[in-house]
């Protein structure tokens, strides 16, 4: 971690290490919290929780709070995000046991912990703490356009959920690893509690959308890369607002498209086809060339998870000659990937 | 106005008739709300207040707080919005005025009113209440890009601050007028006064944007019309996204591009050039394509508040041969504005 973002991270001082809450999820789309939280901060996570109905599993060792307590846990994260992000009634007990247990509960998701009246007396009545990590921060400005120094790059995909808070933190990681000044910019709930700091974009009131994208990647060195997290898609009928005034905000450099092969549709509109890779290509170059002209493609990143690894290699060897551009899977890595950052950096 | 408009109103209960609050302001632009409620609701408006530096006016009478309720006010209206919907430091000692000659203070902008000390203060004492219209209502959905029954209209732009909110007003009233089952959909402050309901978009947080919208113009009989105002411009690099939200949510089967052909620049951002309305047409029409792919421009809607109404006739007329569609100013009327109402009906 670099020095801004412990900085922020102290602001936060989200108490680890963490037990991941994975409510009664059985759609591994909904659960991006914990994944990306097992993925990404696995040392800093004793374990996994669920109630009655749950059947998907981080891999990470099965524990009740009583036990992750003794592992040494200090807070419940809930790590699934239904839509709309409400907390299912299910849960509620669950997360009681918790806080009687010892533990915190932290929360990315939209509702405030505090607004459950069963979670604020369990709270008043342990003594453990509801932290919500997406409040937004206070007194955001409206966006001014202005063009600022350094360099940025900006992670887009052709829906939300397939791999652009994945990608981002694996481009950052390898940026740090060639030696160059670069951070990681979380703008959801999970990358926030990766990283320690960031803005939850989702959150932000509309009319402040890109001016809390432009505070979040500040002037810097010209050398300097910010490697910013996207969110949702301009495809997605739900979050396209999110998705532009992010864009808008960025004022990327370069972006690089991500996208799930196996996904068909947009996750829970069965009515809307998902965009294809060029198709995200061409509007996002469209859209963002009005706050930065020089906005270029890099590449493609794929989440071929549900692919075998002779399939993959392939499907992206003939995706890349397609399209003209490096496709790396950066969970799989390899030569793939190193030749995507090489097009990020060129 | 019509029954759903009369009971969101009952729900809303503003205080009227109003004095109209026009700060400081030096720019007609800011003052869109004060300018918007003098011509859609002038025989609920005794008169206009200002303090040092204004320079512009309603036309309304002017009038100080004791002489507006002795003419009948019931409440002060801030009539103005600078950037960042922030109140002016000058303006705090008016409204505390206002309050203690007896009127309530109504606003439409981002801040509380009751988050500052002095009118909270103010309010306590006098027993005169504060009220914000931007409060978006609780528990708004996301979005889920149903196509609805019904028609929607959705009036959209080169930029924030030219005519959205008026073109929509008078095309409203033209449906009326021939007969039809219209409302018309307010989704800013200024509209929602006049209009006594209706949802402040750019107060929404951006994941519910696209939901919003969808709840604004609810399943309607197939006739019927919802006329909707517009916000913002997919151009205008500060809010793009409230704008996109509310295109997607809208799901719009027509709409019309609104335009200040004096305006050479994004409203408050110099370096920004506005797009043309080709440049509107076409974007506007592939972004809204993926809620309704029937989307189509019926005409252009021209403030030519700043030409001669020879001049002004003269260029709607050239602009009309140019771009092949019906172009008016809904101020003038006239003869264009019925053929741009004919268009929109289709």
Redesign the interface.
């Known amino acids: 971690m670099n020095a801004p973002m412990m900085r922020l991270a102290e602001t936060l001082a989200l108490p680890q290490p963490y037990l991941l809450f994975l409510g009664d999820t059985t759609e591994r789309g909904y659960a991006k919290t914990a994944f990306g939280l097992a993925d990404w901060a696995a040392d800093r996570c004793v374990g996994e929780y669920s109630v009655a109905g749950c059947t998907v599993s981080t891999g990470l060792p099965q524990r009740n709070p009583a036990d992750a307590v003794a592992a040494g846990a200090k807070a419940l994260v809930i790590g699934v995000a239904n839509?709309?992000?409400l907390i299912g009634a299910s849960w509620i007990a669950a997360l009681v046991e918790a806080m009687e247990a010892g533990l915190d509960i932290v929360s990315g998701l939209?509702v405030r912990l505090a607004s459950i009246p069963a979670l604020a007396e369990a709270s008043r009545r342990t003594g453990q703490r509801l932290i919500d990590v997406r409040t937004p921060p206070a007194n955001l400005?409206?966006?001014?356009?202005?063009k600022r120094t350094g360099k940025r790059l900006l992670t887009v995909g052709t829906d939300c959920a397939l791999g652009k808070k994945y990608t981002a933190l694996a481009l950052h990681r390898a940026f740090v690893a060639r030696g160059l000044d670069a951070d990681f910019r979380a703008t959801g709930q999970t990358g926030i509690m990766i990283a320690g700091g960031g803005v939850p974009?989702?959150?932000?009131?509309?009319?402040f959308?890109?001016?809390a994208a432009e505070m979040l990647s500040p002037d810097a060195a010209p050398d300097h890369w910010d490697v910013i997290e996207g969110q949702g898609s301009?495809?997605n009928?739900?979050?396209?607002?999110?998705s532009?005034?992010l864009l808008?905000?960025s004022q990327p450099d370069v972006f690089v498209v991500c996208h799930d092969p196996s996904r068909k549709v947009?996750l829970g509109?069965e009515?809307?086809a998902l965009p294809s890779i060029e198709e995200v290509i061409d509007?996002t170059i469209?859209?963002g060339s009005?706050?930065n002209p020089a906005i270029r493609c890099t590449g493609v990143s794929l989440n071929t998870s549900s692919m075998t690894a002779t399939d993959a290699y392939a499907y992206m060897t003939a995706e890349a000659d397609r399209l003209g551009l490096p496709v790396a899977d950066p969970i799989r890595g390899g030569a793939s990937f190193d030749a995507l950052v090489d097009s990020c950096l060129a």
Chains 1, 2 share one sequence.
Do not use: C, K, W
């Open positions: 839509q709309g992000g939209h400005p409206i966006g001014n356009g202005r974009m989702d959150a932000v009131i509309s009319d959308e890109a001016g301009i495809f009928p739900a979050y396209a607002a999110v532009l005034g808008h905000g947009i509109m009515s809307f509007l469209r859209l009005r706050t």
